[in-house]
């Protein structure tokens, strides 16, 4: 299993940016699907966005936030990156980074075997 490590989060107005950053180290990072979920208290665990790996890459998003956000990796830095644009207070959760060492377009959270330990995102109205 890969090590995640999240940063980025922290308080945001509405309609404010905010990129978040996912570190790996103790794995092959470019042999991972990386994904974003968030949780708020009392709910399940939500997908937010994913980016397979290797050749054609794909970028997936859950609906609330296609159009605002954007997912990316950087190989060489062993790093994901999710930036979210126009944030609403909706957004505010604990945000998770997760890595998948599978095929496809994984999008559950079970589908996903390494997890950081999250990052508070909060935005005011």
């Known amino acids: 299993q890969v090590h995640l490590v999240e940063s980025g989060g922290g308080l945001a107005q509405a309609g404010d940016s905010l990129r978040l950053s996912c570190a790996a180290s103790?794995?092959?990072?470019?042999?991972?699907?990386m994904g974003w979920f968030r949780q708020t208290p009392g709910k399940e665990r939500e997908f937010v966005a994913a980016i397979t790996w290797g050749r054609g890459i794909k970028k997936y998003y859950t609906d609330s936030v296609k159009g605002r956000s954007t997912i990316s990796r950087d190989n060489a830095k062993n790093t994901a990156y999710l930036q979210i644009h126009s944030l609403k207070p909706e957004d505010t959760a604990v945000y998770y980074c997760a890595a998948a060492q599978t095929v496809g377009t994984p999008s559950r959270p079970d589908d996903f075997g390494s997890w950081g330990q999250g990052t508070q995102v909060t935005v005011s109205s």
């Open positions: 103790g794995g092959t990072f470019t042999a991972y699907a």
